[in-house]
Every structure is written in C-alpha cells, then in structure tokens.
C-alpha cells in the first residue's frame, strides 16, 4: 500500500518524465495491438476464404487403383480405356463412422457427402459441374451457403439443386428454372431453388449442390457416400482430431493443414514475424522503462536515504520501483490499446478485411505490458533498495 | 530529568572503512544518553560526528563495539529489525532539504506512521495536523515542502521526527541553514518536546551557542571523545 502511494506521489512529482516514458509505452502498446490486430484480421480472412468452402477434415476411402494391364509377351492392346476419374471405393458402414466422427472431442459438425462430376446442360449451354449431395441441415454447417445466398433459397428439397452465380451466368439460369445433368448413363433434371455466392471461383463455377439422395442416384451411388465432412472448434487442432478421427474409424482422414501446406507454411512464417516485431516493441518499451527509472534512482537516492532512516523497509522501497513499472505498463497499456484499436478502426475502411481488437488481444497487450513494466523495472529497483542509508542521505550513495 | 536505565548505550564503538588500508574514523566510544537527556555532539569538521550518529541512527554497523536501544542490542538484528526499530525508537532530523518534495507537508509529517504501519492512513492526519500547529504550520498541511522558506521547511522535520513519539531523537545540525532567530524557534520546540515527554535528543552542531543550550555536551576529537559533561566545562568551541 505504501509502496503503491510512493509510486504514485513519485511519478507525479517528476510528471515530464513520466508523461514522456507513458507516451512511449502508449505508442510501444499502440503498435502491438494494431500490428497483431491487422495480422490477425488478415488470418482469420485467408482462414475463412480457404474454409469457407471447404471441411477443416475430410474422411473418405482411398480411391480404387484401375487394375493394371498385366503386359504378357506376345499379347498386345488392341484399346486402352481410361476412367474418366478416379473412382472412390464405397464407403463401408458409413454411418457408423459418422457417429464416431461426431464423438471425437473437438468435432462440432460433421456431414456425409457424395460428390462426383457430371455435366449440367441448359438450353445450349453445356458445363462441366461437381454435384455435391448433402442434407441440407448439416451441409449448412460445414459451408455457410445460406448466409451467401444472393438469390432465391437455401433448400434441396425434391428436385431443387442450388448453384453458384458463376455458373448461373455461364448455363443462363435464373431461380425456379430447370437444368439437366448428366453422369454417365444416368442423368436427372434439377430446379434451381438458390444461387450462392460464396466469394471462391471454384466453388462459384462448378459446385451443383442438391439432395444426398439425387446426388446418389445421378452418380449411382445408392445408399452410398464418398466422404464425410467435418468441422472442428479450433482450426489449427484440426490436424491433431483428424488423426484420432482416423484412429476412430479406420478410414484415410485428411485436415485442411494437409490440403493447404502452402497456405500454412504462409501464415506461420507470418505469426514468426509477427511475434518478432511484438518482441522488439516490447524490448524497446522495458528499455524506455528501465532507463527512466534507473535515473530516477539516481535524481532521488536522497529521498530513498531518507525514507530509509524514518523506518521505511527495504521491501517497500522495491516495491516503490516496481509500482512505477507497473503504472507505466496499466496506464500506457490502456492508452496503447485504444490509440491501436483507433488506428485499426481508421485503416479498416481502406483495408479489404476487418481488423477486430478482440478482448482476448486487449487483455494480452494488457499482461504483456504489465510484465514488461515489472521486468523493466526490477533491475532500478533491486538498486535502490540496496543502497546505502547514511551514504545516499550524504549523498554519495 | 534522567533516569537510571540508559536510553542508549554505546560500548567501545569503533568504526573504519576502505579494506586493506582502513581509515579509522572512530577509536572506542562510549556513551550513554538517558530518557530526557539533551546532548550536543561537537567537534571539529572530520572528528567522526556524523559517523557516530549514523551508527546510533541504525544506518550503518560499527567495526567493533555495541549498540543498545532500551536495552535491545542491534548487532544481532537483521535489516528488517533493525529498519522497525528505527521507526519506533528513534527520529531523525536532518540538516537541510530533506523532506519528500513530491509529499504534501502533512504527508512528510505522516511518512515515518506510514512506513511503520504500511501506507498513509486518514486517522493519521489528526496526529500530524496538532504537531504542524505545535510548530506554527497548520495552515501549510497540503503546500509542498518548495512552497515553504528553510526555517519552515526545518520546522515540518521536527515535527516528522516526533510523529511516532520517538524515546531518542538525533539532529545532525537541525540550525546549521538557518538564522539566529528561527535556530531559536527550532530548538524551543525540541525543548518544549523534552519537557512535555521526557524526550531524549542527541545534537550534532557546530554550533557553540547551541550546545551551550543542552543538558550534556560530549566533546569528539579524532574519533576520541575528550570531554564529556556539563556545556560550560567543555574544552574548545568550534
């Protein structure tokens, strides 16, 4: 308490000083907030553009292997066909893994899939589209289409399909009209009951989404999935819960960290320098501190003499130093804070993201800054509460 | 005014510094001071006055000898006995510029209550309010210590030094900045303390006409003491 009140009356008394040192923790705790603010506002975009339309972990089976043409002397091919694509495996006892799927820990959606090519024709257009069939409810979870309908509705049943703008304009299709598509010898005619735009080319361009039933029969996989979707809490455990998830049900799991390294690779060499940059503005705030009160140790050895020989213990006066360190750090933490979250807010409009200040990354730069007033600090203060009495009240301390 | 059981009491006090060649500054002093006692400490500049204070003032440890306050040795205490039993038993005035200049003059009063009971406390004004009235300050309780003249400034030492009802007092020139008529002002209240609770003070001057004003002079040469008694007695004056 005294400790705190001497602090307090100290920083007052050399008010220049402390205002200077507060300006530069303030423009230190500035930078951290705006620099991880627009870092992390950028993550989340490139997290949400590759994941919006895609699972975070993918289950299916291997893909069946064409067997090969066994070349025997004297024997030639007269024709070699090849499969227009490979050809997933069924899915044995699918929906026995989907329970096991949704047991995971960690897993908070999880949908069966089919999915194959096929092409679409409208009138005389003629595209080639991926007919992705799912229960609606729980297709809504894995990819947020209803939020990126911009025409019609989201709904599958029937014979109602939904498609993206992209390949609403190549087949010229509005709501309500009919599309033929074809797989092989099968082919079905669909309504478009929406069109989405979910913000990614591919998707746009080639996804066909209807029910899990007409999917199944278009691409003549009654009863049958090719995979299941799933979706986890937190993003970067998806790698760790696909592997257990693979443990579960014994089926190839792949994560979105296995399909995107690329993209991976690029954020965390982004968090690596991120976290560089945190640290030299946090280097450079405890300096500022350190120095500012290591002077001040000197200008007021007098005063610590004193309080010294009225009784004052050499707790207490650490306890006077490393106060100031953490003032410096509350104050120019809170101040920090809002002129970053204020230059977050001025540099959003132009920016093609949003840049949040969330509270967690409040309360961060609030310990941090903290922290570092403390560390800063200790050093002055282990220094005056060592000196000498009688030889600081001389002043020669 | 004095009483049998000392106050204070130093036995064969000796005090040197440097390491190798050591420069002894004090050679074997004794003294004692009783409850009530009023002592002037003089010497020439050098004599080892100061030394001998900070010794007695628990800041600093003797070479060799010992110290005892009521009866409690110090030189088994550690630091942070030692620091409370500075605060309890003993205050301190100094020669100059020696109040906290970023305390308002009633919290330089309070500091020593603050420091032996953890923090300023609003039931400590009250005590400090009467003391800065006893020494003609009670209108100055929130100015800062820039604000007042020398003499006022000494004025709100005395009445720090007695917050705590200090039994011993020791003043390293507490008139040594001032002028004739407010060094009068300042010892009138030390005096006035003496009589009124029997407080014992331990003087150091320069100051002859001072030391002429006390109960006791002992007299330090060389880190020696060469006379110890009544003022008129003593040998040289300074």
């Known amino acids: 308490m005294l400790a705190l009140q001497l602090a307090w009356r100290f920083l007052r008394e050399g008010r220049t000083q402390s205002l200077l040192i507060l300006a530069g923790v303030t423009i230190g705790i500035a930078a951290f907030v705006f ?151 099968r082919e079905s005619v669909l309504r478009i009951a929406g ?20 999917a199944q029969t278009l691409l003549g996989r009654i009863g049958d999935i090719t995979e299941i979707d799933a979706r986890v809490a937190e993003v970067y455990d998806a790698e760790r819960i696909a592997r257990e998830v693979e443990r579960r049900t014994g089926v190839p799991t792949e994560s979105w960290m296995e399909r995107n390294r690329d993209l991976l690779t690029g954020l ?44 004052t ?9 490393l106060w100031q360190g953490v003032l410096f750090g509350l104050v120019g933490a809170l101040l920090g804070a809002l002129v970053g979250g204020l230059a977050g807010e001025l540099i959003e409009s132009s920016a093609l993201f ?38 600081a009240i001389r002043g020669d301390g | 005014m004095t009483s049998d059981a000392p106050l204070l009491e130093l036995e064969g006090i000796c005090k ?22 009023v002592v002037a400490l003089v010497g020439p500049s050098g004599s080892g006055k100061s030394t001998l204070l900070n010794l007695i003032g628990l800041l600093d440890s003797p070479t060799a000898g010992r110290i005892a306050i009521e009866g409690e040795a110090a030189e088994h205490l550690d630091d942070r006995d030692l620091t409370q039993l500075r605060g309890n038993k003993l205050g301190f005035i100094f020669q100059s510029h020696h109040l906290l200049p970023g305390l308002s003059v009633i919290e330089n009063v309070m500091l020593p209550s603050a420091a032996s009971r953890g923090g300023f406390r609003p039931d400590m004004r009250a005590p400090a309010k009467a003391l800065l009235d006893a020494v003609g300050l009670g209108d100055w309780t929130e100015a800062l210590p820039r604000q007042l003249s020398g003499g006022m400034q000494q004025r709100v030492a005395v009445a720090r030094a007695l917050i705590n009802d200090p039994p011993l007092v020791l003043a390293d020139e507490p008139t040594g900045n ?16 003496n009589v009124e609770r029997e407080t014992a003070f331990l003087i150091v001057t320069h100051n002859p006409a001072l030391a002429r004003r006390c109960d006791r002079v002992v007299e330090l040469v ?17």
């Open chain 2, 178 to 193: 001032l002028d004739t008529e407010t060094s009068d002002q300042v010892f009138a209240l030390l005096r006035q303390r």
């Open chain 1, 35 to 185: 620099v991880s603010a627009i870092i992390q506002g950028l993550q989340v975009n490139l997290l949400e553009q590759t994941l919006g339309s895609q699972a975070h972990i993918t289950v299916a089976p291997e893909e069946a292997t064409p067997r090969a043409l066994m070349a025997e002397p004297g024997v030639e091919f007269a024709r070699r066909v090849e499969p227009a694509e490979p050809r997933r495996r069924s899915f044995d006892q699918w929906q026995r893994a989907v329970r096991r799927v949704e047991a995971t820990d960690g897993v908070v959606a999880v949908c069966p899939k089919v999915s194959g090519s096929a092409l679409a024709y409208r009138g005389a257009a003629e595209e080639a589209v991926k007919v992705v069939g799912a229960d609606a409810a729980r297709l809504r979870r894995i990819v947020n289409i209803p939020a990126n309908i911009v025409e019609g509705v989201y709904r599958l049943g029937g014979d109602e399909a939904l498609i993206g703008t992209s390949l609403a304009d190549k087949l010229a299709a509005r709501v309500g009209d009919p599309i033929r598509v074809q797989s092989g010898e």
């Open chain 1, 354 to 391: 949003d840049i949040t200040v969330t509270p967690r990354l409040l309360l961060t730069a609030l310990a941090v800054s903290i922290a570092t007033g403390v560390m800063a600090a200790y050093l002055p203060a282990r220094r005056a509460a060592r000196l000498d009495p009688a030889a």
């Open chain 2, 222 to 238: 060389d880190g020696r003491v060469v006379y110890e008694g009544l003022p008129s007695g003593m040998k040289s004056e300074d």
């Open chain 1, 268 to 311: 965390r060499s982004q968090d690596a320098s991120t976290t560089m940059i945190r640290v030299f503005v946090l280097l450079a705030v405890a300096m500022g501190i350190a120095s500012v009160l290591s002077v001040s140790v000197v200008q007021r050895r007098g005063q610590i003499g004193i309080l010294r020989a009225v009784g």
């Open chain 2, 16 to 37: 040197s510094y440097g390491e190798g060649l050591k420069t002894e500054v004090l050679h074997g002093v004794d003294l004692s001071i009783h409850k009530g006692d």
């Open chain 1, 195 to 214: 069109i989405f735009d979910i913000g990614n080319e591919m998707v746009n361009g080639r996804w066909l989404v209807t029910s899990l039933r007409n």
């Open chain 1, 313 to 321: 213990s050499r707790r207490i006066v650490l306890g006077i130093f």
